[in-house]
């Protein structure tokens, strides 16, 4: 009985036409597979395309993965469209977490100052977690980083009043003399 062409595949490495004894078989013999792979490639399971290693991700754990960059691409692109919700709810319930707010804080120490949490600790240590302006005892991780606006190198640590204080006088030393003359007028 003739096979038709749905059940025949061409061979990658030889070219001869073959019938489909598996689904997944995409070589002719163990001789052709065993030749379409070498130390320096991969197969990704995906597409089926020989590339070489470099082309495919590593994970953490050191194994290289089962799909190559491309195809992993698309992947979590689709995966991501398809479950929205269900990866906005996780991360709004990781956030919520310990671990999650540790890491928060982390990212957010890097992207908006450029600083670790070890330089923090060691500026809060510095300042033996006193505010720079008002000098109260504040908790770790409760004074907030300040740095100057325009140039954006990092100051000091300051509590939480007093760093508001200084953006609602726009960091400008001008005002803020304007408003110590105004209180001390006004000292009963």
Known sequence: MPYCNKHKRICPVCKN??????????YCSLVCRSKGVTKLSKRC?????????????IR???????????????????????????????HK??????????????????KKFG???EQYFNMYK????LCAICKELIPYR????????????IRKLLCNRCNLGLGCFDESP????????YLEYYIL
């Open 60 to 90: 953490k754990s050191g194994t290289i993965s089962h799909l190559c960059k491309d195809c992993q691409k698309k992947y979590v692109s689709s995966y991501r469209l398809k479950n929205k919700d269900k990866i906005r709810n996780w």
């Open 115 to 117: 600083i670790t949490e």
């Open 142 to 153: 409760k004074l907030v980083v300040d740095h100057n606006h325009k140039h954006g190198y």
């Open 45 to 57: 399971n995906r597409c089926g395309i020989v590339k070489e290693r470099k082309e495919f991700y």
């Open 126 to 129: 510095k300042q033996r977690g």
């Open 93 to 110: 319930n990781y956030k919520k977490t310990k671990n999650g707010k540790i890491i928060s804080r982390r990212a957010y120490l890097k």
């Open 17 to 26: 036409i073959f019938v489909i004894k598996r689904q997944n078989s995409k």
């Open 174 to 181: 001008y005002f803020l003399e304007r408003a110590v003359e």
